[in-house]
């Protein structure tokens, strides 16, 4: 595996994938042969989600592109991000992309790659902040649709917070942690209770 720590690991269709950023490389294992599979060729892939058994879709240097499951072959689907990180799509076939870097904002597309709408400020949370404001969002890594139609998102930043929106951009709730994994912290959104 590449070492930048950017990786993704997704099973479709009896095959797992697997990103390789740092090597420009999607890999792939058949697990019905546990062999692994030629590698393809993919300009730093980072997030992948799975569209259906034949598709995928994967977060790339400034793209989201389709991935057909079986030739290999990949299709622009979005385009003009600032540094797409991660991707998921709910049963209606909306996409979500937490688009980081100069954007730090989640980006909403229909199934064919059309803007909806946005969440967050654009350029997102400042490193030191005053005031702290829930829309303010950094370094997502992690998405994913509920059943219940809410926006899972999940900051890799030192805050380790956890957040969730409604579809039409509202913010509902933070999970947030302590500002590191080995130390204690207050809970920000009651300063009475200590995480550890």
């Given amino acids: 595996m590449a070492s930048d720590g950017k990786h993704a690991f997704l099973i479709n269709s009896n095959k797992a994938f697997y990103s390789l950023p740092a090597d420009n490389k999607l890999g792939l294992v058949d697990l019905t042969t546990a062999q692994p599979a030629p590698d393809a060729a993919i300009e730093s ?3 992948l989600c799975r ?16 991935l057909h499951v079986v030739t290999g072959k990949t ?14 799509i709910d049963a209606q076939g909306r996409i979500s992309v937490s688009d980081v870097g100069d954007s730090q904002q989640i980006k909403g597309f229909s199934r064919d790659g059309k803007p909806l709408d946005i969440l967050g400020r654009e350029g997102g949370r400042a490193a030191m902040v005053l005031k702290y404001d829930p829309i303010e969002l950094r370094n997502i890594v992690g998405l994913a649709i509920g059943v219940d139609q809410r926006i899972w998102a999940v900051e890799a930043s030192p805050l380790r917070r956890g957040t969730t929106f409604s579809t039409e951009g509202k913010w509902l709730t933070d999970l947030s942690g302590p500002v590191a994994y080995n130390v204690f912290g207050p ?10």
């Avoid at 569209?51 to 389709?66: N, R």
């Fill in 51 to 66: 569209v259906d058994d034949g598709h995928l879709l994967i977060c790339t240097k400034s793209q989201v592109v389709t």
């Fill in 187 to 196: 809970d920000l959104d009651d300063m009475s209770t200590i995480c550890f």
């Fill in 45 to 47: 892939p980072q997030g």
């Fill in 75 to 88: 299709t622009p689907l979005i385009n003009d991000l600032s540094a797409p990180r991660a991707v998921t």
